[in-house]
């Protein structure tokens, strides 16, 4: 079987092991896990922040983030598909108490968008929930959003005082398929989260990067929400060997989704289209959880549902996985 539901599915090479096993370790509550300390360091110099977190999961560096940038009953504005809306169970209702606007289509707010939110929020309108947060994600869904857009949309925010936050789980995704550097694509916002355990390969972690003060608050808030981990230089050393020694091997999945993409589309019923380390194919309306179920007969698990199949490239799978899965859709096209 060639598992290609998640590059969250990406587990620790040995060397990543040895380095975690001989990671140097304290009591991070202390502040004196010096692992610890030295991802938080070096992952405020790539994404050009003055500071950043270790938490445990991106689901909660970007519930800091939004916890942080905003008080109960403000406005985040967000895509209905974001992680932030669709996959972290409502917490932004539950921890928050904010009130998302949620635009849908497009992947990222329009000018015309953006102007009629604000058009009347902050003129006395009595009706209206104060804007706090523009929220973007990138890459979303795989897809790289253009600088050009990130650029436009928070200036945007920040000309009508509000915050940004950029959900950058796979960040380095993008920054390698921009052939940019990390610091690029986390500009312009207030907070950036980044996951480790995706496609780098790392086993645990995310982070919050931010100014000094923000930071300062996401680490309060973490501990708040039971996310004081002690010797956390354990894993916090196989995130800082995933940013040292995994980054540039992104591209061979990129490369890989081109190639996968290449093969499969145009086969009988599937059409497919690379998005850096994502394949997606579109499937007739409603279809795509038995497309995904006609791949697994075959020996392709994927992700399938609503109307596509998501597939992503990690480490583990090489060039020889991919020509065994394109072989493995051929077949499995006969089946749609
Ligand atoms: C995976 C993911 C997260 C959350 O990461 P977890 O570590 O699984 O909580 C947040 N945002 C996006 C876009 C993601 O893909």
């Known amino acids: 079987m060639i598992d290609l539901r998640s590059d969250t599915l990406t587990a620790p090479t040995t060397r990543m092991r040895e380095a975690m096993a001989g990671a140097e370790v304290g009591d991070d509550v202390f502040g004196e896990d010096p692992t610890v300390r030295e991802l938080e360091e070096e992952v405020a110099g790539l994404l050009g922040t003055e500071a950043a977190v270790y938490v445990p999961t991106g689901h909660m560096a970007n519930q800091l983030g939004l916890f942080v940038a905003s008080r109960s009953g403000e406005e985040v504005w967000a895509h209905e598909n974001h992680h932030l809306i669709g996959d972290e169970q409502g917490a932004a209702a539950v921890l928050s108490r904010v009130l998302p606007r949620l635009y849908s289509g497009d992947p990222w707010p329009s000018d015309a968008l953006l102007g009629s939110w604000i058009a009347g929020a902050r003129e006395g309108n009595v009706h209206r929930a104060e804007p706090a947060l523009l929220w973007l994600e990138n890459t979303f869904s795989g897809q790289v959003v253009p600088l050009a857009e990130q650029d436009r949309a928070t200036a945007f925010a920040h000309s009508h005082g509000m915050r940004t936050h950029l959900d950058g789980a796979r960040l380095w995704n993008a920054a390698t398929a921009l052939g940019v550097g990390p610091a690029r694509v986390a500009q312009g916002f207030d907070s950036v989260s980044v996951c480790f355990s995706k496609g780098l390969g790392a086993p645990v972690g995310s982070a919050l990067a931010g100014d000094a003060e923000t930071v300062l608050r996401a680490r309060r808030g973490r501990k708040l ?32 989704a ?12 599937i059409r497919a289209s690379a998005r850096t380390n994502m394949v997606l194919v579109s499937t007739p309306e409603g279809l795509g959880a038995a497309y995904a179920e006609a791949f697994a007969r075959h020996g392709v698990r994927a992700l399938g549902g609503g109307d596509r199949v998501r597939m992503v490239l990690r480490q583990e799978i090489g060039a020889e996985d991919v020509d065994a899965a394109a072989r493995a859709i051929e077949k499995a096209s006969a089946d749609l």
């Open 225 to 256: 929400l039971g996310g004081g981990m002690r010797q956390a230089g354990i894993v916090a050393a196989g995130a800082l060997h995933a940013l040292r020694h995994h980054r540039e091997r992104l591209a061979e999945d990129h490369a890989h």
């Open 258 to 269: 081109e190639a996968l993409a290449a093969r499969i589309d145009g086969l009988p019923g």
